[in-house]
Every structure is written in structure tokens, then in C-alpha cells.
């Protein structure tokens, strides 16, 4: 579930801030690009997700400009992870 929205949000992050370094690359890899090796098994797995998620791409639809895409982010995954960083703070 977090998985799922690191790959979603950390394109959203300055990756040339340092709290945020290294996000891009490890997304990349979670979806098999430039990770070294793997199984074939689990490169299966990473290019799946990598299809998955590249198909869930949208353009944007108010057309502001042709580079934008939008790309969902689901309710119940964000609501767990913003439960778990909340109960973290408590």
C-alpha cells in the first residue's frame, strides 16, 4: 500500500532537496527500471506494475498545457498511510 503511493507522489517531490534524495531512483527501480539483479520472476513483477500504473495515466483534462498528466491517487490507500503518520504523532 505505501508502495503503491511512493511511485504516485515521489515524482511530486523536489528530488534536489535532501530529505527527498534518492526517492526518483528507488521509485524507478520498485518499477524495474535500472534495478540490477533480479529474478526473472520479480522483473515480471516490477514490469507489471510499471504497465499498470503507465496505463492508469491520464491527460490532463483541463488543457493548460500538453505536457501535464494526471495520474489517481485512491481514497483508501491515502487515508491508511495519513492514519499511520497521525497515530505517529499522537
Do not use: F, N, W
Not at 489517481?72 to 505517529?88: N, T
Amino acid at each position: 500500500m505505501e508502495q503503491e503511493l511512493l511511485i504516485r507522489m515521489a515524482p511530486l517531490v523536489d528530488d534536489r532537496e535532501h530529505a527527498a534524495s534518492g526517492l526518483a531512483k528507488k521509485v524507478r527501480e520498485s518499477l524495474g527500471i535500472g534495478a540490477s539483479g533480479l529474478s526473472s520472476e520479480e522483473q515480471r513483477k516490477r514490469t507489471s506494475l510499471r504497465d499498470r500504473i503507465l496505463a492508469e495515466v491520464k491527460p490532463h483534462t483541463p488543457d493548460i498545457a500538453d505536457e501535464y498528466v494526471e495520474l489517481g491517487i485512491r481514497r483508501g490507500p491515502l487515508a491508511h498511510v495519513v492514519a499511520k503518520i497521525v497515530r505517529g504523532c499522537e
